[in-house]
């Protein structure tokens, strides 16, 4: 068997198009080089069970990271995340002025 | 009165024969939850697929063609069925939900370029700007060869479903 959609080199991030907070999370995988799978949900709430089903809640960004069996949901919990699991431990890099601070979500 | 019923002749198509390689391509596949980029190959690397063009969701063939592949429950083969249009992954995501069919999985296609690497293009008439492919059904094994196939060659057309059926559990 090859691996495909369980690849644990991989994380996966549940997200939602012209979502801020999500952008946001998308430019600190990409900071970090961190490949990732993208999984786009719709923007209607009652649309995202199988989000819910992984966090708990419908919101996004989540993610699921195999490497480490972490899963979780909101922004800035997920950026405060990377950067300790992959970051050099320099200081994380603020977020852009565009998407509000805080640890919001969609 | 002799009625006669009127189909548009599609002409030929120029599409990848049997025991050829199926072209490969990537493209969002939509489940009823949510979609992800995925290739055909990453597909036939754990199992044959039954890779089934069809016309934009919502159109009547479109229904009546996964209508068909449900009831006949081609989701219970150790084949992998999934869909191919030009339907957006919103459209797919709902269409899947609507016609109960959570079973499968739709790639989608906007710009047609998969329609047009498989040789089966055609424009839509009264549609500016829009082409997709025509109905057409390929049975992928291992190494992506195709072990059978069927391309319409008329307007409206309808899979030979039991010659599919054979073939997939033949493989």
Redesign the interface.
């Known amino acids: 068997?090859?691996e495909?959609?369980s690849d644990p080199e991989e994380i996966t991030l549940?997200r939602l198009q012209a979502c801020p907070f999500c952008e946001r999370v998308v430019r600190t995988l990409n900071g970090l080089d961190l490949p990732y799978?993208?999984?786009?949900?719709?923007a209607r709430h009652s649309?995202?069970?199988?989000v819910r089903r992984l966090t708990g809640a419908r919101t996004v960004p989540a993610i699921v990271d195999d490497r480490t069996g972490v899963t979780m949901s909101e922004s800035a919990n997920i950026v405060r995340y990377l950067e300790t699991t992959y970051g050099d431990g320099s200081e994380p890099k603020p977020a852009s002025a565009s998407a509000p601070a805080g640890g919001d979500s969609e | 009165m002799n009625l006669t019923f009127d189909v548009v002749d599609l002409g030929r198509a120029d599409h990848p024969e049997i025991g050829e390689q199926a072209p490969d391509f990537t493209r969002p596949l939509v489940n009823d939850e949510y979609w992800e980029d995925t290739s055909l190959s990453e597909l036939t690397a754990e199992a044959p697929v039954v890779l089934v063009f069809h016309p934009m969701d919502g159109d009547f063939p479109t229904t009546y063609i996964w209508q068909e592949i449900r009831d006949r429950g081609w989701d219970e083969y150790d084949a992998e069925v999934v869909g191919l249009s030009i339907s957006s992954p919103y459209e797919h995501s709902r269409f899947l939900e609507e016609w109960g069919l959570e079973a499968f999985r739709l790639f989608s296609d906007p710009g047609n370029d998969v329609g047009d690497r498989y040789g089966i293009s055609h424009d839509l008439d009264g549609m500016a700007g829009i082409e997709e492919p025509r109905p057409a059904v390929f049975v992928i094994g291992e190494s992506r060869t195709i072990e059978t196939g069927w391309v319409a060659t008329e307007w409206p057309e309808f899979p030979p479903y039991d010659e599919i059926e054979a073939a997939i559990e033949e493989l």
């Open positions: 068997m090859t495909t959609d549940y799978r993208s999984r786009f949900v719709e649309r995202r069970d199988a």
